[in-house]
């Protein structure tokens, strides 16, 4: 009576084990591409908050509030931002941050009617 494994049952064992560990580099390949993308998402995001919210601070007359196209960069993030006079009153703005080959836009509006707060 034979006891231990035979070869062929080895070489079964190790490539069964072997498509596993592939199959999870794989899978471990894909989640780590899908976090530095929702990274880079969010740092998008933020930087398009940070200057919606900026912009809309600013006095209606100020400087980067002008009619025409305004750029920013900071780190490896460039924002940008073309103003629009609607009419005396609004001014329409359309906000981009790209960075690593993906942008992201914002859309808004900055009123002169509405309440300024000046120091």
């Known amino acids: 009576m034979n006891r231990g494994f035979t070869l062929i049952e080895t070489m079964i064992t190790l490539a069964v084990a072997m498509l596993a560990v592939l199959s999870g580099a794989r899978v471990l390949t894909a989640a780590l591409t899908q976090t530095r993308g929702a990274a880079l998402r969010f740092r998008l995001v933020d930087k398009l908050e940070f200057y919606k919210n900026y912009l809309l601070s600013r ?3 100020a400087a980067e509030l002008a009619a025409g196209r305004h750029e920013k960069a900071e780190d490896d993030v460039r924002v940008d931002w073309r103003v629009e006079d609607s009419s005396p009153a ?9 960075s690593g080959g ?11 009617l509405l309440l300024e707060v000046r120091p």
């Open 102 to 112: 993906r942008s992201l836009a914002l859309a808004l509006q900055r009123s002169r």
């Open 59 to 61: 006095p209606f007359d």
């Open 90 to 98: 609004l001014k329409r703005l359309r906000l981009r941050a790209a």
